[in-house]
């Protein structure tokens, strides 16, 4: 939650940070760096607020060597302090201005101060892995003697290969005596996952990682890759409750507006999505032909894509996930027309498949199977926007509201509201738009998501953005009650 925020454009507001941090608690993490207090008065609010909380994890807040630093953490009534001084050359030089010898003296003296409070102290001496080894073996020594009880090995800028984290790490542990050696790894290399683990195998005992990744630059290591990695792969046992991750991923994404990316490890949209005939004709045996361990454990759900690359065996299935009962006959039409979409650059959503089924069993349009947008009124409120979405659902004519600083976050939060009274959420859109004439055709794509993780697919075009959303939203609506 420092590191993490430290995002660049990510700000959180008190009441946000207290919604991770219950997350983080009940995900079973074992410690939760709550903030840097020094960075700004609800900051420090919402550390002391956090500490407040009784949680079962231990709160941590970060301070420099400063008195005033401390004195701030201390105040926010932390169980941790988490300390840290720059050691390379290169940040002494330029950073701090100051020698070597004066580095190890500040540590001392603040970490002697901490401890006189009686909170544990975690020592980091920053920019780890581009100082000189001897120094660093010098002053976390000198930390260990002050009373730190964490040493954290931060490799600030990334540049850490695991051989050389390997390395590093036995030799803090070769002098840490019963201190618990950290290593805090960033993500400039696409390295802070397997530093990570470089790191446990050398006999680190606690990693620093964020969810999802986020961290300054290209973030630090991520909690869902290091736990399963570690957890799967190496066979430890973490206390971390698994099958929260998917949701409490979701979570921070949504408060820090930090997108997760589809093909993200562990919690991206695609982790457990197969679309390849091959694929799924073997997932559709087998799950494991195809999926290193169950979604279920991280809380995910496998889906089955139609596209291009679909076979019959996974556009049957996916039917029939749908309500569809086809013949091969048209199941052979119905592939055929998947594949043409594809070919033309569509991404096929379930709303396409359901069109064309529809179309080939003679059935309704799953644009008004059970609901339907009749009309949009629009508002100017000066700053705001106030959006009046006209509905028939279930046969019953409906006037939804929705309120936002653009058409387009009206719509989408009169169609939260729609999706809410079905145990629904919207799980992610996007908006394609093109120049056509004098206008635009805007296509959108939206995801929702029900209770039980299944996502479902939708388009719509239109000529308006935020009616081109709230449609295919509906559309997506209209799949789910034909199944549910
Ligand atoms: O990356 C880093 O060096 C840090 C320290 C404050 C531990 O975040
Ligand atoms: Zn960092």
Redesign the pocket.
């Given at each position: 939650m420092r590191?993490g925020e430290q995002t660049p454009g990510v700000a959180l507001t008190v009441d946000e940070k207290i919604q991770i941090a219950r997350a983080l608690d009940e995900l079973g993490v074992d410690v939760i760096e709550a903030g840097f207090p020094i960075t700004s008065p609800g900051e420090y609010e919402a550390v002391k607020r956090i500490s407040r909380l009784g949680l079962n994890a231990s709160i941590c807040a970060?301070a420099r060597t400063n008195i005033k630093d401390m004195e701030l953490a201390l105040d926010a009534d932390v169980d941790r302090v988490?300390v840290?001084i720059a050691t390379s050359d290169i940040h002494l030089k330029y950073k701090l201005g100051i020698s070597r010898e004066e580095a190890v003296r500040r540590a001392v003296d603040s970490i002697e101060f901490l401890r006189s409070h009686g909170v544990e102290v975690e020592f980091?001496a920053?920019?780890a892995t581009r100082s000189d080894l001897d120094f660093l073996e010098e002053i976390y020594s000198a930390a260990i003697d002050a009373g730190a009880g964490f040493l954290?090995i931060?490799d600030?800028v990334g540049i850490a290969k695991p051989e050389f984290i390997r390395d590093i790490v036995s030799r803090v542990v070769s002098i840490a005596r019963d201190r618990i050696v950290s290593v805090?790894c960033?993500n400039d290399f696409g390295l802070a996952t397997t530093n990570s683990i470089a790191g446990v195998l050398a006999g680190a005992r606690q990693v620093h990682v964020t969810i999802n990744g986020i961290g300054?630059r290209a973030g630090n290591a991520s909690l869902e890759e290091v736990v399963m990695a570690l957890k799967i792969l190496y066979g430890y046992e973490i206390g971390v409750r698994t099958e929260k991750l998917v949701e409490v991923s979701r979570l921070v994404s949504r408060l820090t507006g930090v997108p997760v990316q589809p093909n993200k490890a562990i919690v991206g949209r695609n982790a457990f999505g197969h679309e390849s005939g091959i694929h799924t004709h073997g997932i559709l045996r087998n799950p494991a032909t195809y999926e290193p361990f169950p979604p279920e454990l991280v809380g995910a759900r496998r889906w089955l894509a139609v596209g291009k690359h679909a076979g019959s065996h996974g556009i049957r299935a996916k039917l029939a996930e749908m309500g569809y009962e086809v013949s091969e006959d048209q199941l052979k039409i119905i592939v055929s027309r998947v594949k043409m979409l594809g070919d033309m650059g569509r991404r096929v959503t379930d709303s396409d498949l359901a069109e064309i089924a529809g179309e080939i069993l003679g059935s309704k349009s799953c644009s008004d199977i059970y609901a339907r947008v009749e009309g949009m009124r629009i508002e100017n409120l000066g700053e705001r926007v106030r959006l009046a979405m006209m509905i028939t659902v279930g046969g019953i004519q409906r006037e939804i509201y929705g309120e936002g600083r653009s058409a387009i976050e009206a719509s989408i939060d009169a169609i939260r509201k729609l999706l809410r009274q079905h145990d629904l959420e919207i799980d992610s859109y996007s908006v394609r738009v093109e120049q056509v004439g004098d206008g635009v055709n805007a296509e959108s794509i939206v995801v929702i998501r029900t209770n039980n993780g299944r996502q479902i697919t939708a388009a719509s075009i239109k000529q308006d953005i935020y009616w081109a959303i709230a449609e295919a939203a509906v559309r997506a609506l209209n799949i789910y009650s034909k199944t549910y």
């Open positions: 590191d970060l988490h840290f980091s920053e920019d954290d931060p600030t805090h960033h300054e």
